[in-house]
């Protein structure tokens, strides 16, 4: 299992914000910039990085056809890649061990461990269900980062 508690130390330095590429159908990379971090997979129990993404959107259709995913979190001149495969949870892409609860309190957990705060929860879960939010978890098969 690959360690990605470096990645989980750059989390709190900027937001998680952190580049992620996925691959279109013509096999050329896509990039966009969320907030990520790191948890436990709500079935697996494995650590993962793991982002919440707005329904509908490119990255998601790419990671349905394709679940090769990078992540990249930074802070400063720091970074840490994670490189793995996606799993998509979320009302287009359900889970069988995953309903609407679990799934309202997932979200929750992915903001928070991205460094998320919220005052007013009950709008946060009307807004993730009104835009239709997906859980993106990233199991990873390889971790780098610059030399410390």
Same mark, same amino acid.
């Given at each position: 299992m690959n360690d990605l508690e470096r990645f989980s130390e750059l989390v709190p330095l900027d937001h998680g914000l952190s580049v992620v590429v996925t691959v279109r159908a013509n096999h050329t990379p896509h990039t966009a910039v969320v907030n990520a971090g790191v948890l436990a997979h709500p079935t697996t129990g494995e650590r993962v990085v793991a982002f919440v993404a707005v329904g509908g959107t490119l990255k998601l259709?790419?990671?349905? !056809?394709? $679940? +090769?995913?990078?992540? &990249?979190? #930074?802070?400063?001149?720091?970074?840490?890649?994670?490189?793995?495969?996606?799993?998509?949870?979320?009302?287009?892409?359900?889970?069988?061990?995953?309903?609407?609860?679990?799934?309202?309190?997932?979200?929750?957990?992915?903001?928070?461990?991205?460094?998320?705060?919220?005052? !007013?929860? $009950? +709008?946060?879960?009307? &807004?993730? #269900?009104?835009?239709?939010?997906?859980?993106?978890?990233?199991?990873?098969?390889?971790?780098?980062?610059?030399p410390t």
């Open positions: 259709a790419h990671l349905r !056809d394709n $679940p +090769t995913i990078a992540v &990249v979190v #930074r802070a400063g001149w720091q970074w840490v890649a994670v490189e793995g495969r996606a799993q998509l949870i979320g009302p287009d892409d359900p889970h069988p061990e995953v309903d609407a609860e679990r799934l309202r309190l997932m979200l929750r957990d992915i903001f928070s461990a991205a460094g998320g705060t919220h005052d !007013d929860w $009950p +709008t946060y879960d009307r &807004v993730m #269900r009104e835009e239709r939010r997906t859980a993106v978890l990233v199991s990873p098969t390889r971790v780098y980062s610059n």
